[in-house]
Structures are given as C-alpha cells and as structure tokens.
C-alpha cells in the first residue's frame, strides 16, 4: 500500500500552526508586553501608565537593595548547582552499583521531585523550623545553633538545601539513563587491571556522560534562577534582612505587593538576560569539553 507524502509546504505550516499559535498567544506575546511594560510606569493594579523610558532600568542599577538581590541569587545559584550535580552524580552512582532492592533506591530518590514544590517547602519547613522542626531539634541537641530565622547566611544555606533536595530526582534519572549507557566491559577491564571503582567513575564515567552534565547544568541553573521562588514564599518570605530575597522573590514582592508592574517587567526582562546569557556560556563550554562520541 503506497503511503502518501507532504509535497507542499502549506501541509506543513498547517500541521505546524496549532503549535505556532500556542507558542505565540503564551510566550511570545506575553515577552513582548513584558519588554514593553518594562518602560512605563503604572499605579495600582496597571493603571494609568506613563511612559518612562528606562527609567526603571536605571532604578535597578542604582538600588543597593537590587544589587544585594543579584548577589544573593547569584550565590545561592551555585551552590544549588553544585550541590544537586554532585549529590544526584552520587546517588546515580550508588543506585547503579546495588543489585538488589534497586527498584526501591530508585523510587526514594526520585520522589522529592514528584512533589507538588508547595507540598515539598511545606513539609521541610515543618522539618527544618527552628523551634518546632525534627531535624532542627536534633541538630540543637548536639549544641549546634540552628536558629536560621534569625541567621542570614545560614536561612541562605536552609533554602538552598531545601531546592537541592527537591531537584535530586530530576538529575538521577538522567545520570542513571546516562551511566546504563556506559558499556559494562570497561568495568571489567578496570577489574582486571586493580583500578579502584571511584577513579574508573572520575576518570571514565564522567567524561563519557559529559553531554548529560552539561545539559544538566543548565537546566539546574534555570531552575535555581525560577524554580526556587516557592521555598523562599513559604520558608523565609526574604528574610532575615534580605539574605535570601532572590531575583524571582524581588520580582514578585514588587509585582504583587507593591503593584509596581513597570518595576517587575523590568525585572524579568534583566532576569532574563541573566539566565540567557548564562547559558549561553554554559552551552559554549559544553561544547568544548562534552564528549560526544565519534
């Protein structure tokens, strides 16, 4: 039975135009009116804009509040990075080598991800509050302050934990799809020859999954960028003294608080180009030291 092709291209544009149309009504469209709302200033609830310019830009830049809020994120972006790359690559690890009960390692690592995020900021704030937390009274019972609403940097490092926890899943299924693909004959060799296991991962493993890293890296960081704005809404709502007031947090409290909407877009448009432009460079080193295989 003959199959029949697409010869004209207007077949393909309007097999392509509901995707199109979706695309432009929720992303497109609502990017550009961010780009311009970014240069008016409107009262509350958007009413009676006054075109600005870049005024709101130049607000940004010149507030010390902001400033601190870049600092902050950026700060806090790396060590959720860092921190989720290394303990899923761990776990990933670990998961691959059991033979028995693997299924249910699997299951235990994947299910903070699985969770709703206001569920999972929900339940480690019960677990981590200083007063009426598990852990929390725990860790006091060895004689280790943890008061982290009073303590900046260490509410920081409390949020920062609470997003890398909620990420492992997403990074171990994709390092344990990655190291499947590992072939089974190079551990064997390196049996044979007295390589320990750990160096065979540091010296094989990871160059051989090096495009999963680097595609895991950013989609980590995107999700440090924007993913983590609900367990500073539900942990911290920015405080103490503005430690953990992240850009995506910022973003917000002056959208939705202050009604200030020229202010915000301009805000997502510089968090934007942040993002992007980190990216960008993460993407380009990517290429110079993944290996993709010949």
């Not at 509901?18 to 990017?31: D, E, N, R």
């Not at 994947?110 to 969770?115: C, N, T």
């Not at 190291?179 to 010296?203: K, Q, Y």
Request: net charge negative; glycine share 8%.
């Amino acid at each position: 039975m003959a199959v029949s092709a697409y010869t004209k291209s207007w077949q393909a544009w309007a097999l392509l135009s509901p995707t199109l149309a979706v695309i432009a009504a929720f992303l497109y469209y609502p990017a550009v009116r961010t780009v311009q709302s970014s240069l008016y200033r409107s009262g509350v609830l958007g009413i009676h804009q006054t075109y600005v310019g870049l005024a709101n830009f130049a607000t940004l830049a010149t507030s010390p509040d902001y400033r601190a809020s870049i600092a902050v994120t950026v700060v806090f972006a790396v060590v959720v990075v860092a921190g989720t790359l290394a303990a899923s690559f761990l776990l990933a690890v670990l998961i691959d080598t059991v033979t028995r009960g693997r299924a249910a390692y699997l299951v235990a690592a994947i299910w903070p991800y699985a969770l709703p995020p206001a569920v999972a900021g929900t339940v480690l704030l019960f677990l981590l509050h200083p007063t009426l937390g598990v852990v929390s009274g725990l860790v006091e019972s060895a004689g280790i302050p943890f008061d982290w609403f009073s303590n900046g940097p260490l509410a920081l490092c409390v949020v920062a934990l609470a997003a890398i926890w909620k990420q492992l899943g997403y990074n171990v299924v994709f390092f344990l799809a990655a190291l499947n693909g590992v072939p089974g004959t190079l551990d064997e060799a390196a049996a044979l020859d007295g390589v320990p296991h750990w160096r065979v991962v540091a010296s094989v493993y990871v160059p051989l999954i090096s495009p999963t890293l680097a595609f895991l890296v950013v989609m980590d960081t995107i999700y440090a960028f924007f993913g983590s704005f609900v367990f500073v809404d539900l942990m911290t709502q920015g405080g103490p003294t503005g430690s953990t007031n992240l850009l995506i947090f910022e973003l917000y409290r002056d959208a939705f608080r202050f009604h200030d909407q020229g202010l915000a877009s301009a805000e997502s448009v510089v968090l934007f180009c942040i993002v992007a432009g980190l990216t960008y460079v993460q993407l380009r080193v990517s290429d110079s030291y993944a290996h993709y295989g010949s």
